[in-house]
């Protein structure tokens, strides 16, 4: 029985040394110390062992089960040690590698230069205004003199919703809906969306954008209509922008004009860019024709007001020579990442 017991000591010895997992380690405890294991198994032979080799074998015994239990016991701490050694070490973070950089958004072209185009006129003491999209034919059509036969509503090929509700073909509604509610003296500016029904191709889109101006106090003219408009292109397009100005026929404004600038591709000569013009238009204006004002309840006895009206996605493909106005609208990031 001692041969044997020594035997178990030797094997459970052997048997620890070579564990290397928890599991296993389990299975060696139930092996040698279980119920049903090999010490259990030998303690219950001590009944056949005389009253003179009991004691010394009991403490063997016990000796053999302590020694076994208290390897179990360190083992198991050593290999729970070497676990967490090893996770810490494959999860270890090295603060030193570089981090991925996010990737930033930034405004649309077009919304940069519409926002270069608020400053320009926030700076000459304008305000900026905003009116509904979806719009009353009177406000876009009727108080800006344009009645249901005037041939002007021909060129703008409105979305109708129903025969008094339409999608706003311009920005000139909102100087109707500023003057009807603002006693002068008024001085703002009214960008925004507007809607025409063209086939898309590479210099039309039914959705575009205008920034409407609009200006009425006593006293005001033509002068000041010119004065004001210079001193914008040469803000937005540099000190030694040349403009012109053409007279025109607008149904709102009397006198009315159209605002060239000259060609910065060719100076003037004429070129591709400016379809061998030498100038390109920029806007639209004129001074506030008295039937306008008489419509809103102003007195064009007393006030008077110039008005313009300036196509964004035109300003922006000439400042970045974009020759497509699709391209604003498809959001290609290769595109929109150039800005
Ligand atoms: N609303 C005009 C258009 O869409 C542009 C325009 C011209 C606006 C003259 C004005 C103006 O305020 O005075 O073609």
New binding site residues.
């Given amino acids: 029985m001692k041969t044997a017991l020594e035997q178990i000591k030797l094997q459970a010895i052997s048997a620890l040394e070579s564990c290397h997992d928890i599991k296993e380690l389990d299975d060696i405890r139930v092996k040698f110390l279980g119920k049903k294991g090999e010490l259990t198994g030998i303690l219950k032979m001590m009944g056949k062992l005389t009253a003179e080799e009991r004691p010394a074998m009991g403490q063997l015994a016990n000796e053999v089960r302590e020694l076994i239990e208290s390897s179990v016991a360190s083992k198991l701490q050593s290999l729970k040690a070497e676990a967490m050694e090893a996770k810490l070490s494959s999860e270890r973070i090295d603060v030193t590698m570089p981090g991925t950089k996010p990737t930033l958004g930034k405004p649309h072209p077009l919304t940069m230069v519409m926002d270069e185009i608020k400053e320009i006129f926030l700076g000459m003491g304008f305000s900026v205004e905003s009116g509904p999209e979806v719009e009353l034919d009177y406000y876009n059509f009727e108080a800006l003199n344009i009645p249901k036969d005037h041939p002007a509503r021909d060129t703008?090929d409105t979305f109708y919703i129903n025969e008094n509700i339409v999608l706003r073909?311009?920005?000139?509604p909102v100087?109707i809906r500023v003057m009807e509610k603002t006693e002068p003296p008024i001085r703002i500016i009214a960008p925004g969306r507007?809607y025409r029904s063209d086939a898309v191709d590479a210099t039309h889109s039914p959705l575009f954008h205008?920034i409407?101006?609009?200006v009425v106090d006593k006293g005001v003219t033509m002068a000041d209509l010119k004065g004001t408009l210079e001193i914008f292109v040469k803000q937005l397009y540099g000190e030694d922008a040349v403009v012109r100005f053409r007279p025109h026929h607008?149904p709102?404004?009397e006198p009315?004009a159209e605002v060239d600038v000259m060609c910065f591709s060719c100076g003037g000569k004429g070129c591709r860019l400016c379809k061998g013009e030498g100038w390109i238009e920029i806007?639209?204006?004129?001074m506030?024709h008295p039937k306008v004002l008489q419509n809103c309840g102003i007195d064009p006895e007393v006030y008077s007001g110039?008005?313009?009206?300036?196509?964004l996605e035109r300003v922006v493909m000439r400042r970045f020579n974009i020759d497509d106005l699709r391209l604003f609208f498809e959001n290609d990031l290769r595109f929109l990442d150039q800005f």
């Fill in positions: 703008q073909t311009q920005t000139s100087q507007v205008q409407e101006g609009l607008f709102f404004t009315s806007l639209g204006c004129g506030v110039f008005a313009f009206g300036l196509g």
